[in-house]
C-alpha cells in the first residue's frame, strides 16, 4: 500500500471518529458506533477467511519449499499490516464510544490524542 495513501486513509478515521460525537445526538452516535462496529467485524470476519485460502494456495502453488517459504514471508508482511490497520480502526472505535456522551471540544481532543497514541503504538506513523 502506499504511505500516503495509508497516511491519508487514517486521517480520515481520525477525522471522521473525531467529529462523531458533533455530528449526531447521543443515539445517532451509539448507532453510528455499533453501525461501525459492525462493518469492521464483518471486514475483519472476510479478511481472515481470504486470509487462510491465500495462504493455502500460496503453499499450493510454490514451485519448492524455499519458493514457498519466501511467498509466504512476503505475504506475511503486507498481511501484518492488514491486522494492524484492523486494531487501529477497533481502537479509533474504542475512543468514539468513550466519547459518545460527552460531546464538547475538550472531549473531542481527548479522543483524537488517543487514536492518535493508540496509532502510534501500532507503528502507524501519524503525519
Not at 453501525?35 to 493455502?56: E, G, I
Not at 519448492?64 to 519466501?70: D, L, N, T, V
Not at 475538550?106 to 490524542?113: E, H, L, P, T, V
Request: proline fraction near 4%; charged fraction near 10%; charge should be positive.
Amino acid at each position: 500500500m502506499n504511505p500516503h495513501r495509508a497516511k491519508l486513509q487514517w486521517l480520515t478515521v481520525l477525522i471522521l471518529v473525531a467529529c462523531l460525537p458533533f455530528a449526531c445526538s447521543p443515539s445517532s452516535q451509539q448507532k453510528a458506533i455499533s453501525t461501525t462496529l459492525t462493518a469492521v467485524n464483518a471486514a475483519s470476519a472476510a479478511f481472515v477467511t481470504f486470509d487462510s485460502q491465500h495462504q493455502q494456495d500460496i503453499v499450493s502453488q510454490a514451485t519448492s519449499k524455499e519458493a514457498g517459504q519466501a511467498a509466504l514471508a512476503s505475504y506475511r508482511a503486507e498481511q501484518t499490516k492488514v491486522a494492524t490497520l484492523f486494531a487501529g480502526a477497533y481502537r479509533a472505535i474504542a475512543a468514539a464510544a468513550t466519547v459518545v456522551n460527552s460531546p464538547n471540544i475538550d472531549g473531542m481532543i481527548a479522543a483524537a490524542a488517543l487514536v492518535a497514541q493508540e496509532l502510534q503504538s501500532l507503528g502507524v506513523k501519524i503525519p
